[in-house]
């Protein structure tokens, strides 16, 4: 049974906390409106930029801007330092998002957690109440477990097939 006095979260956000929140969230979507989404077969078929592959795609930045009379005029080497630098820029957003988001999920987990470790010792409670014969304790303990209908009970006694 879980220990009840070990509740680590007693809080809730408030309305303003809630909707602060989200205009800055909004506030941070509309100062970057070039944001894209891409579809599961675009995500699949992109080759990626990984540590290897980013110091290959900024010497060939580097080679190009050394060389610019060497290439045709429609490959556009300041693109390419564009799409880099917003890579950079992003890659750092893009971990401070993802340290928010895991707290966001952690809490979110351990919140629901105590919730329902606690539903799990009340369902235990009123099943003891009704087995020792509380009145009204049949019907909410009776509610309760309909959460579990389905789930384990009592097996047939095995049958000796030699008999």
């Known amino acids: 049974m879980s220990n009840l006095t070990n509740n680590r979260l007693s809080v809730t956000a408030t309305a303003a906390q809630l909707t602060a929140v989200k205009n800055a969230l909004q506030t941070i979507n509309s100062n970057l409106p070039f944001l894209v989404g891409l579809t599961s077969e675009e995500r699949a078929s992109l080759p990626t ?11 060939a930045i580097n080679a190009g801007i050394n060389n610019a009379s060497l290439l045709p005029g429609y490959v556009s080497v300041a693109n390419m330092q564009s799409d880099m630098t917003l890579f950079s820029q992003l890659d750092e957003i893009i971990q401070l998002t993802q340290q928010l988001l895991e707290k966001l999920e952690d809490t979110q987990m351990l919140a629901g957690s105590e919730a329902y470790t606690s539903a799990l010792t009340l369902y235990k409670l009123f099943g003891s109440a009704a087995d020792a014969g509380v009145p009204g304790t049949d019907a909410i303990y009776n509610q309760l477990r309909t959460r579990f209908a389905g789930q384990g009970g009592r097996l047939a006694p095995a049958t000796n097939p030699n008999a």
């Not at 930029?49 to 010497?59: A, Y």
């Open 49 to 59: 930029i990984d540590v290897n592959n980013k110091t290959f795609t900024e010497d």
